[in-house]
């Protein structure tokens, strides 16, 4: 009479050779448990929940940090040049104060308006306009940058006999300005107003900054207004060679009293 080894009792539910808790003899493989499948619709789920949370950082970033911003004219050479990446610090001026020569990133006042821009395809701007507004892709188009030259209530004048400005009566020696370019071939005598300021390109030669715009009010229309500004320029992010911080300028104006 056979003898049965399972040991087991009646109504006991017996384990497959191989599986989990079984005691295998020896050589022998135990079965793998199959692997379990992601759904597709998984997958894009979290695909989507990890795209919204990039772009919500690179909304905060951009908001409230820093944005980058790209260069579209020569007017600021050689300082910076035409496609460079700039890093704007969102920190000036709304939690920090604005200084004379400090180079700034602004909108396109409405004393500057020069009439309607072309327009892109809607489709097109749409598509760029929200990436630029969740800070995937750079800022530029409507904005500008430029050097501040006088602070609000700073008189700025162009030029003493040896072509220099002066700003609040203090001749300034400007190393920023492009080589072979004068501080100013356009004579000017302006105050800057209240909670604005008087800026200038770089590239003296070719830049349609403030005197440009100011005409004859005597720094009225060509003065940016703060709430214009975007914030200060701290460095250049692209090309690769040309990483670099932005320097400082306040030797400059060192000996300039207040207004």
Same mark, same amino acid.
């Not at 539910?13 to 597709?40: D, F, K, M, N, T």
């Not at 909304?59 to 890093?87: H, N, W």
């Given at each position: 009479? !056979?003898? /049965? ?13 191989? +599986?989990?808790?079984?005691? %295998? ?21 979290? %695909? ?8 919500? #950082?690179?909304? %905060? ?17 050689? !300082? ?17 104060? #604005? ?13 500057? +308006? ?16 929200? #990436? !630029? ?31 220099? %400005? ?16 004068? $501080? +100013? ?23 349609? /900054? ?10 009225? #229309?060509?003065?940016?207004?703060? /709430? ?10 692209? $090309? ?20």
């Amino acid at each position: 009479m !056979t003898k /049965d080894r399972s040991n087991s009792q009646p109504g006991e539910a017996q384990q497959a050779p191989g +599986s989990v808790g079984e005691e %295998l003899p020896p050589g022998a493989i135990p079965e793998e448990e199959p692997p379990v499948r992601r759904s597709r619709g998984a997958f894009i789920r979290e %695909l989507v929940v990890i795209v919204v949370i990039a772009l919500g #950082l690179s909304f %905060l970033v951009k908001t409230f940090l820093a944005q980058p911003y790209y260069i579209p004219s020569q007017s600021m050479e050689s !300082t910076l040049d035409i496609g460079d990446r700039i890093i704007v610090s969102k920190f000036t001026p709304q939690h920090s104060s #604005l200084h004379r020569g400090d180079v700034i990133v602004f909108q396109d006042p409405k004393s500057w +308006s020069t009439g309607p821009k072309p327009q892109q395809p809607l489709l097109k701007r749409v598509v760029k306009d929200s #990436l !630029t507004f969740v800070g995937v892709l750079p800022g530029g188009g409507d904005h500008v940058v430029k050097r501040i030259i006088g602070m609000p209530g700073d008189k700025v004048k162009c030029c003493t006999k040896s072509g220099k %400005l002066t700003v609040n009566g203090v001749e300034i020696t400007e190393p920023y300005i492009k080589a072979g370019n004068a $501080p +100013s071939l356009q004579q000017f005598d302006i105050t800057v107003p209240a909670d604005a300021v008087w800026v200038m390109g770089d590239n003296r030669g070719d830049s349609a /900054d403030s005197r440009f715009h100011d005409g004859s009010s005597g720094g009225k #229309l060509g003065s940016v207004p703060m /709430d214009d500004i975007s914030g200060q320029v701290v460095a250049i992010a692209w $090309p690769l060679d040309r990483i670099q911080s932005l320097k400082s300028y306040g030797s400059v104006f060192a000996r300039v009293p207040k207004p």
